[in-house]
């Protein structure tokens, strides 16, 4: 593959990955806005200690964690948040 075309195809899968600022913004505010639920769901799990929903109120609250800081990652490296 020659130079020439191996960089246009680079380029063009990197401006594929990047957004807007304002997309990156809404992005991170949705990761925000998952934290809180994810709080609110740890202290109504905390809060019911022996209710059979429990474990499952942890779980939901750990996966919505973890797609929060995968929204702030892809904000903060793609879309320019920071420059």
């Known amino acids: 593959m020659p130079m020439r ?13 990047g957004f807007a600022h304002s997309t990156a913004v809404t992005v ?4 925000f806005l998952l ?3 994810a709080g609110v769901w ?8 022996g209710d059979k929903w429990q474990r499952f109120r942890m779980v939901v ?7 929060a800081g995968i929204l702030l990652i892809v904000a903060a490296h793609w879309g320019n948040l920071f420059s």
């Open 28 to 31: 991170a505010e949705v990761a």
């Open 42 to 49: 740890i202290v109504v799990a905390w809060l019911m200690q």
């Open 5 to 17: 075309s191996w960089l246009a195809s680079v380029t063009s899968v990197r401006l594929i990955l």
């Open 35 to 37: 934290f809180v639920i």
């Open 61 to 67: 609250a750990g996966v919505l964690i973890s797609v």
